[in-house]
C-alpha cells in the first residue's frame, strides 16, 4: 500500500542530508552551515536525485525561526530593547536605506524598471535572524550590549520588512494604473503601523501577566510533557497570531512571546525544553534556503552574483560601521555588528517571490537574490573568524578597556585562590552558593546570562559573565588555582565538556557534577569528574533514610541492629549512582 507522505520524506531527508554534509563541512574544519546548505541544494529541484517538497520546507523552517527567536526573547528584557532603541531604530533604518540604494543602482545598470530596483535593493538590506543569532550565541554575545544592538536592528528590519510587504501590492497597483491611489497607500501603512502598535501593547501589558500564570499553573501539574506542550503552544500560536490577526511576522510575534516571559522564574527551563527541537528546526532552515537555489545562475550571471555579494558583505556592512561609529561605540562593538548584518535571509526570500507574484521582479532577480543569500551565510563563518584574528592582532590594552559592554568591563579575572567555583546559578546554583557562602567559603559563580549576572552582583558575589564551556571564560574565575568545581547546570553532556576543560588546565581540582540521566553518568565520568550527583538518587535515599528512622527499635537485638546496618548499607549501595 502505497503512502502519500511529503512531510515525513522532507523532514528525514532534509535533516540526513544536512547531518551528512555537516560532518564532512566539520571534518573538513569549515561551518557545518556550509553543508547544511548544501544539503539543500541537493535535496532541491535543480539537481538530479532526492527532491524535499519545495513548498513544505520553507513553512518547517519558519518554525526554527520562531523557537529561535523565542528563546531569543527569554534573554532579552523590555529594559534592554529599550537601552539600544536610540541607535538600533535610526541605524536599522539608515542601513536599509543605503542597502536599497545601492540595489536600486545596480539594478539600473541591468536596465530593469525603477519599481523592480527598489525591491531588489529591499532584498539585500535585511539580515537573516537565523544566521545573525547563531553566531552571536556561538560568541556568548547574546547578552553583551553589542549583541543587544544588533538584536534591537534586527527587530527594526523586521518591522520595516512587515511594511514592506503590506505596502508592495498596493504600490505595484499604483504602478501598474490600476484602482488604487496615494491615499490608500497611507492608509494602509497607517493600518499596518496600528495593528503592530496594538500587538507589542497587547503582549507587554496583558501578555506579560498572562504567559507567566499559563506555565505557573502547567507546571504545579507536575507534569514535564505538558510544560514542554504549553512553551510550544504559546510561542507558536502567539507568532501565527501575530501574523494571522496583527498583520506582523512571525519573528516578532515569537520574540515578544518569549521578552514577556523573561521576568519569570520559569523562563530557563522553557528555554531549556525548546532547545533541541530549535537546533532541528534551524537546521531546516538552511536546507530550505539551499532547496531554493538555482545553481545555473553562476554561469548565466556571474558578474551579477559577485556585485551583488558586494554589496551584502561590502556595503551593508561599511554603512553599519559607519553609523554605529558614529553613535560613539567602539570599534569592536561597532565591527562586530556590521559582520553580523553582512547577510541576508528569509525575509529576502519573501520578498522576491511577492514581487515575482506581482510582475514587479523576474526570475534572474530572485536567482540573484538567492545566490546572494545563501554564499553571504556561507562567508558570514569566515568573516566573524577573520574578526576574532584582526582584533587579537590590533587591539591595544587601552581599547579592551574602554570597551564599554557590561560584559566586557567586568571580565577581570578574580583575585582568588583556593576557591569554589560554581557554575549555573540557577535553582540548584543560587541554593548551593548561599550555603557556601554562610559557611565562609570562597567562591565565584560563572553565569551567562545577564538577569542572573547582574542578581548576582546585587547579592554580593564573585560572578564572571559568559558560559562555562568557553576556557576564555573558566580561566577568568582562575580555574588553574581554585580548589573546588561545582557544576549545576541541567545539561550533561555541556557539564562533561566542562569537565574536560577544567581537569586539563586543572588535575587536581575536585569536580562536581549534577546529572538528571544515567545514560550522562559515563559521559562526564570518562571526562574526569569525581563525584556524579544524580537528584533522583539523592531523593530516594533521604525518602528511605526517613522511612528507617520511623521503624521502633524497641526489642531488637544486636544481630536485629547487625541485620538493619547490613540492610542499611545495601540500600545505600542500590540507591549510589553507578560510576
Excluded at 216 to 229: V, W
Excluded at 511 to 524: K, M, W
Excluded at 538 to 559: L, V, Y
Aim: hydrophobic residues 55%.
Amino acid at each position: 500500500m502505497e503512502h502519500s507522505t511529503p512531510l515525513i520524506t522532507t523532514i528525514v531527508g532534509g535533516l540526513a542530508l544536512a547531518y551528512l554534509l555537516g560532518m564532512i563541512a566539520q571534518r573538513l574544519k569549515i561551518s557545518p552551515l556550509v553543508g547544511y546548505l548544501a544539503a539543500g541544494v541537493l535535496a532541491g529541484p535543480f539537481t538530479p536525485g532526492f527532491v524535499a517538497d519545495a513548498a513544505l520546507a520553507p513553512e518547517l523552517a519558519e518554525i526554527g525561526v520562531i523557537l529561535l527567536m523565542f528563546g531569543v526573547g527569554l534573554h532579552f528584557s523590555l529594559k534592554d530593547l529599550l537601552a539600544v532603541k536610540a541607535i538600533a531604530i535610526p541605524g536599522a533604518v539608515a542601513q536599509i536605506a543605503v542597502a536599497t540604494l545601492l540595489g536600486f543602482g545596480l539594478s539600473m545598470l541591468f536596465g530593469w524598471s525603477t519599481f523592480s530596483g527598489i525591491v531588489f535593493g529591499l532584498c539585500l538590506s535585511t539580515a537573516s535572524t537565523v544566521v545573525l543569532l547563531r553566531a552571536l550565541e556561538e560568541r556568548q554575545l547574546i547578552e553583551s550590549q553589542r549583541g543587544q544592538i544588533a538584536i534591537g536592528w534586527l527587530i527594526v528590519e523586521d518591522l520595516a520588512m512587515v511594511l514592506a510587504l503590506v505596502l508592495l501590492p498596493a504600490a505595484a497597483a499604483i504602478m501598474n494604473s490600476e484602482q488604487a491611489s496615494f491615499s490608500e497607500l497611507l492608509i494602509g501603512l497607517a493600518w499596518t503601523i496600528g495593528k503592530v502598535i496594538a500587538f507589542i501593547f497587547i503582549m507587554i501589558v496583558i501578555g506579560r501577566r498572562v504567559i507567566p500564570w499559563i506555565l505557573s499553573r502547567t507546571a504545579s501539574t507536575g507534569s514535564r510533557e505538558l510544560f514542554t506542550l504549553a512553551v510550544l503552544v504559546l510561542a507558536l500560536g502567539i507568532a501565527y497570531a501575530a501574523v494571522a490577526v496583527f498583520d506582523a511576522s512571525f519573528a516578532l510575534g515569537a520574540f515578544f512571546a518569549g521578552m514577556v516571559l523573561n521576568e519569570s522564574e520559569l523562563s530557563h527551563r522553557a528555554a531549556q525544553d525548546t532547545l533541541p527541537l530549535r537546533d532541528a528546526f534551524a537546521v531546516l532552515f538552511f536546507v530550505s534556503v539551499g532547496m531554493l537555489f538555482d545553481p545555473t545562475v553562476l554561469l548565466d550571471h556571474p558578474l551579477g552574483v559577485i556585485a551583488v555579494l558586494a554589496i551584502i558583505i561590502i556595503g551593508k556592512s561599511a554603512a553599519a560601521l559607519v553609523l554605529v561609529r558614529m553613535f560613539g561605540h567602539s570599534r569592536r562593538t561597532a565591527l562586530t555588528i556590521s559582520v553580523s548584518l553582512a547577510q541576508i535571509g528569509e525575509f529576502a526570500f519573501i520578498l522576491a517571490g511577492l514581487g515575482m507574484a506581482l510582475g514587479v521582479m523576474d526570475k534572474d532577480a530572485q536567482n540573484l537574490v538567492l545566490a546572494g543569500a545563501i554564499f553571504s551565510i556561507m562567508l558570514n563563518p569566515v568573516l566573524f573568524s577573520l574578526l576574532d584574528k584582526y582584533l587579537e592582532r590590533t587591539e591595544t590594552i587601552e581599547e579592551q578597556l574602554l570597551e564599554e559592554t557590561l560584559e566586557e568591563e567586568t571580565q577581570i579575572p578574580v583575585d582568588i585562590c583556593g576557591h569554589a567555583i560554581i557554575v549555573g546559578y540557577g535553582r540548584v546554583g543560587a541554593m548551593l552558593a548561599d550555603k557556601l557562602r554562610r559557611r565562609n567559603i570562597p567562591l565565584v559563580v560563572v553565569e551567562d546570562t545577564r538577569a542572573k549576572f547582574e542578581e548576582l552582583a546585587e547579592n554580593g558575589f564573585s560572578a564572571i559573565l559568559g558560559n562555562g564551556a568557553n576556557k576564555d571564560t573558566i580561566n577568568l574565575a582562575r580555574i588553574e588555582c581554585a580548589k573546588t568545581l561545582l557544576l549545576t547546570i541541567p545539561n550533561g553532556y555541556e557539564a562533561g565538556e566542562i569537565v574536560a576543560n577544567a581537569k586539563a588546565l586543572n588535575p587536581s581540582i575536585t569536580v562536581i557534577v549534577r546529572a538528571h540521566y544515567d545514560d550522562e553518568v559515563s559521559f562526564i565520568k570518562e571526562r574526569g569528574a569525581d563525584h556524579i550527583i544524580i537528584g533522583e538518587h539523592e531523593i530516594a535515599k533521604s525518602m528511605a533514610t526517613f522511612m528507617c528512622q520511623d521503624i521502633p527499635e524497641a526489642g531488637s537485638t544486636n544481630s536485629d541492629s547487625s541485620t538493619k546496618e547490613d540492610e542499611g548499607r545495601n540500600l545505600d549501595e542500590y540507591l549510589k549512582p553507578s560510576h
